[in-house]
């Protein structure tokens, strides 16, 4: 499936979804899953702002589409979460955060996923490529990596005889991969290959 099917099958769903015969309209199953502790006020910020945007293109959690939705944190508790979501057999499935993501690409390559606030979806493999994602997943990056090319530009500006610096970072966190990468071509340009080599 291409990229902009998965956006249209969650967020333009009413023109993507067809009234099926008898003219019953077949209930939707969106499942959402999010690494976040049970009772969090974030999750239900989320999930309102989802029911909204749903509701404004005539889709009501309840009657035309149900919205079976995971909380939890912790990778046993995920997996569990993930592996009953799938179970349900969705339409699409909608997963927020990194953490809910490699588990959830995982459990399934057939169901639809559309991914929000995922840090490096290309590093972390669950895509080919931002333009073509390949497979049954698409989504939106938590930022864009560009911005963190004005680091080392910023640092250059507040303390211009700077002539070393050092980036500190966690190697686990895909995320990191991104980063340093635009960090280090920005610095080899911005401090003319002087700092370059202390990047690391």
């Known amino acids: 499936m291409k990229r ?92 927020s955060g990194t953490a809910s993501l490699g588990p959830l690409m995982e459990a399934t390559r057939t169901i639809p996923v559309v991914f929000v606030n995922v840090a490096d979806p290309v590093g972390a493999g669950y895509v080919e490529s931002l333009a073509e994602p390949g497979g049954n997943a698409t989504g939106f990056l938590q930022s864009e990596y560009s911005l963190s090319g004005k680091w080392p530009e910023l640092l250059k500006q507040i303390a211009p005889d700077v002539k070393r610096a050092a980036v500190v970072r966690d190697p686990a966190l895909t995320s990191g991969i991104g980063q340093f990468a635009v960090i280090h071509s920005v610095a080899a340009v911005a401090w003319v290959g002087r700092a370059a080599g202390q990047l690391a």
């Open 4 to 95: 902009r099917e998965f956006i249209t099958l969650l967020g333009g769903a009413a023109a993507a979804w067809p009234v099926v015969a008898w003219g019953q309209e077949r209930v939707r199953r969106v499942g959402v899953i999010m690494a976040i502790a049970e009772g969090d006020q974030q999750a239900k910020d989320r999930m309102g702002a989802l029911n909204r945007g749903l509701q404004d293109l005539g889709w009501v959690d309840g009657s035309n589409v149900r919205i079976d939705m995971r909380l939890g944190s912790g990778t046993d508790n995920l997996r569990r979460n993930i592996a009953a979501l799938v179970a349900l057999a969705p339409d699409v499935l909608l997963s």
